[in-house]
């Protein structure tokens, strides 16, 4: 077991790569065999670290721990790991008959697997760069994978944009080595104190952070993510959405709550109220769209905004409710994005307003579309609720905090009232695959977020070792907050979002090239910079 660590790295390359070598049928069901192998060292992996924790730290090559490669895993890396590879086993079900033929594809799917659980254990800075820029290569092949001219755009842009990010992290870590000789993360994360007062110190935060900042979609540095959604296969779109942009908010939780906080680099409530205002800024731009997956694409800004306000916040439980909203919105976002897909092929477009009968047309689908929109709206007995529930634990009685919170969950349910037209009138004739996968998966994505909505108590134990009790699913507070939520929507759907007002089509026709994202960013480092110096 004490190479569990490498295995969840190279067990999906080598997949990939017989894959790619063999190219038949036949050798694409290795990657099934590949998931599978994956789950049993996962399990396994985790009973030989109950009874050996020495073995959460591997280091390579018999150099001192300190300047070696190592990886290292803990409750939070084992979190993500587990949902890397159920996630990425749903997405193989989902568009493993499709793409059974395109070698490629799978090839660089599986390949992105072993990178990104690499990027996840990985103990030093340095190579959670090299992780970080081999995913966002590989994201762009599967952004552009069309060969489109759209695809190839949002391609480049993703690439170019966040290769100007990770530049500025590596810059960050360059600091970091200069003043303490060593970017050894469990190191640092223990004697950051000791130089922490240094302007150079100051200065790597701001470099890294801004960097992680463009990864993970952080306002006003999103303007990549609904470009990438909207011509990428829905299979990719959810990846992005369900695991990608997941991987820089573990690089934030690394860096930031564990390492740099240690430093009393006090900026929890800068990053509540940029989480804030990404959400808001995420549902307002979804409010206005007419394409089914810019408006998923949207709502991944806005969920991670509601992520940043749970982890930003000083309560243990708004914390755990911000790294469970990070699984919960996997599965119904990743739900909501393959069920979308379905439907786009069946209908064969993907404006909200020329899709109508889905319900009719395609039954099974309406259903899981239906569970993954009760879900990201925080209806009773899902999922979401439970999180949004811990999320908002710390700031229960604070009135303008709970304002903005309140807006947030209006504005979501209100684009997926507007959403949900598309079940809505006569059966028609659409074009459906006959896969029985792909339902499966979504299937299963369903049951998940049913399964946690209800049995939140015994997963709140499992996987977070926390006594989530507070949350209560017959508090009759909470039905009525959210039925009121759904009155306020529908009306503010009928009278504004569906009038489709000039400022409405404004909202929706702003862009910005990649010159002025630029612009931007700087923007954002210098307002980061302010609040960190001279605040």
Not at 132 to 141: A, H
Request: glycine share 6%.
């Amino acid at each position: 077991m004490s190479l569990a660590p490498v295995l969840f790295v190279f067990i999906p390359i080598l997949a990939s790569l017989v894959v790619y070598l063999f190219k038949n049928k036949l050798a694409s069901y290795v990657l099934f065999v590949a998931q599978i192998a994956l789950f049993i060292l996962f399990f396994q992996y985790i009973q030989a670290l109950e009874a050996n924790p020495d073995l959460s730290l591997i280091v390579f090559g018999g150099w001192d721990e300190m300047y070696a490669i190592s990886f290292y895993n803990d409750r939070l890396s084992l979190i993500f790991i587990g949902l890397t590879i159920f996630m990425w086993t749903i997405l193989i079900m989902y568009t493993f008959k499709t793409n059974q033929k395109e070698n490629k594809f799978l090839f660089f799917l599986m390949f992105l697997q072993g990178i990104f659980l690499g990027l996840i254990q990985t103990n030093d800075l340095f190579n959670l760069f090299v992780f970080v820029e081999l995913m966002t290569v590989l994201i762009t092949i599967l952004i552009a994978y069309k060969k489109t001219g759209p695809s190839f755009r949002a391609g480049i842009y993703y690439l170019l944009l966040n290769t100007v990010g990770a530049m500025f992290f590596l810059i960050g870590i360059i600091m970091i080595y200069y003043v303490y000789g060593t970017i050894n993360i469990q190191y640092l994360i223990q004697n950051i104190d000791l130089h922490s007062d240094e302007s150079l110190i100051k200065l790597a935060f701001i470099m890294m952070m801004s960097g992680i900042s463009i990864k993970a979609a952080f306002f006003p540095l999103f303007t990549w993510l609904p470009k990438a959604h909207g011509v990428a296969q829905s299979s990719i779109s959810a990846l992005l959405s369900g695991l990608a942009v997941k991987g820089a908010l573990y690089m934030f939780i690394r860096i930031y709550l564990e390492m740099f906080s240690k430093a009393n680099y006090n900026m929890s409530e800068f990053f509540f109220y940029l989480g804030a205002t990404t959400a808001i800024v995420g549902v307002t731009f979804a409010l206005t769209q007419k394409d089914l997956k810019q408006v998923l694409a949207y709502h991944t800004v806005s969920q991670i905004g509601i992520m940043m306000m749970g982890l930003s916040s000083a309560s243990d439980l708004s914390y755990v409710g911000g790294l469970m909203h990070i699984l919960n919105h996997a599965l119904f976002k990743s739900l909501l994005f393959l069920g979308a897909g379905l439907v786009i092929y069946g209908y064969q477009t993907k404006k909200i307003y020329e899709i109508r009968g889905v319900f009719k047309s395609m039954p099974w689908t309406s259903i899981l579309l239906i569970i993954g929109m009760l879900a990201i709206s925080g209806a009773p007995l899902f999922n979401g609720f439970v999180s949004k529930t811990l999320v908002k634990y710390d700031f229960k009685n604070d009135l303008f905090k709970m304002a903005l919170f309140t807006i947030i969950n209006i504005g979501t349910v209100t684009s997926f009232i507007k959403f949900s037209q598309i079940l809505y009138g006569p059966k028609v004739d659409v074009i459906k695959r006959k896969d029985f996968t792909q339902i499966l998966g979504m299937t299963i994505l369903g049951i998940g977020c049913i399964a946690i909505g209800i049995f939140y108590i015994p997963f709140g134990q499992l996987v977070f070792a926390k006594d989530l009790s507070y949350v209560n699913l017959f508090d009759i507070r909470q039905w009525i907050d959210y039925i009121t939520y759904i009155m306020i929507g529908m009306m503010f759907y009928r009278y504004i979002v569906k009038r489709d007002f000039k400022p409405l089509q404004l909202i929706r026709e702003w862009t910005i090239t990649f010159e002025n994202a630029n612009y931007v960013f700087i923007l954002y480092m210098a307002f980061l910079s302010f609040f960190m110096f001279f605040r």
